[in-house]
C-alpha cells in the first residue's frame, strides 16, 4: 500500500529553526509537495521538489532523497504565524497526490 | 479570477438527508478535485475531473457519492442518504496540467458538513 509518514505534533521556539521530516512508501514518485494548512483554513502551497536536493524560498526550505524515499520541511526564524498543520504530499505514478496526515507545529514565544 | 470558491462553506443536515456542494474552480484551470478531511488527517481523495471527463473515483467512495463537471467548467459533490460518519471538510482543488511539472493545487475554503 501507499504510506506517508510525519509527526505528529512538535513544538518550537519564536526565532528558532524547526525541521519536518516525512517518508514515503508509493506506486511510483513524480514529485512532492508541501503545503501549510491554518486551523479551519484550506491548504495552500508551499514547495514542490522532484529531484534529490534542496529547495529554498526565504524562510522555508524543503530537502528530497528519493533512494531514501525521505523529505523534509525546515522552517527557519519562525513566527508566531507558522503556528499550523504542514502536510507532505507525494505525486505517485497515476499523477494522484497522496497526503500524509500532517505535522501540527506549535510556536511559543 | 479570485480563487476557487465554494458554497456553501456551512452546511448542517440530518441523517438521511440528501446534500450537494459546489465549487468553481480557477478559471484556466483544466483538473479539479474532491477531497475530505477529517480533524487531524490529511485530505483523503475522493474523484477528480479533467475538463468534463471524471477520471478516477477512490475505491472507498461509497456509492451514495456523486460529482458532475458539466462543460468542465464548476462541479457538485452530491451525497444521497448522509450519515453521520460523512461529517467532514470537503474541499475542492483545481490545477493547471499538461503534462510532467510542479502543478500545484489550488484549493478552496471547503464546505464544513455536519450530519446530526
Known amino acids: 500500500g501507499q504510506n506517508i509518514d510525519q509527526p505528529t505534533e512538535m513544538t518550537a521556539t519564536e526565532g528558532a529553526i524547526v525541521q519536518i521530516n516525512c517518508t514515503y512508501q508509493?506506486?511510483?514518485?513524480?514529485?512532492l509537495f508541501w503545503y501549510q494548512q491554518h486551523a479551519g483554513e484550506a491548504p495552500t502551497f508551499l514547495s514542490y521538489n522532484v529531484l534529490d536536493g534542496l529547495e529554498e524560498k526565504g524562510r522555508f526550505s524543503s530537502f528530497l532523497s528519493r533512494s531514501k524515499g525521505y523529505s523534509y520541511l525546515l522552517l527557519k526564524e519562525l513566527q508566531m504565524k507558522d503556528s499550523a498543520s504542514y502536510l507532505c504530499?507525494?505525486?505517485?505514478?497515476?499523477?494522484?497526490?497522496?497526503w500524509g496526515a500532517g505535522t501540527k507545529l506549535i510556536i511559543k514565544p | 479570477d479570485t480563487g476557487v470558491s465554494q458554497d456553501p462553506r456551512h452546511k448542517i443536515t440530518k441523517r438521511g438527508q440528501n446534500v450537494t456542494f459546489r465549487c468553481d474552480p480557477i478559471?484556466?484551470?483544466?483538473?479539479l478535485y474532491w477531497y475530505r478531511q477529517t480533524l487531524g488527517q490529511g485530505p483523503e481523495f475522493l474523484t477528480y475531473?479533467?475538463?468534463?471527463?471524471?477520471?478516477?473515483k477512490s475505491r472507498l467512495l461509497s456509492d451514495r457519492f456523486s460529482a458532475e463537471r458539466p462543460k468542465g467548467s464548476f462541479s457538485t459533490l452530491e451525497i444521497q442518504r448522509t450519515e453521520q460518519g460523512d461529517s467532514a471538510m470537503y474541499l475542492c482543488?483545481?490545477?493547471?496540467?499538461?503534462?510532467?511539472?510542479?502543478?500545484?493545487?489550488?484549493f478552496g475554503p471547503g464546505t464544513r458538513l455536519t450530519v446530526t
Open positions: 478559471s484556466e484551470h483544466n483538473r
Open positions: 504530499a507525494v505525486r505517485d505514478q497515476d499523477y494522484q497526490l497522496i
Open positions: 482543488a483545481s490545477s493547471l496540467e499538461a503534462g510532467e511539472g510542479d502543478y500545484e493545487q489550488y
Open positions: 475531473f479533467q475538463n468534463e471527463a471524471q477520471l478516477e
Open positions: 508509493t506506486s511510483g514518485f513524480n514529485g
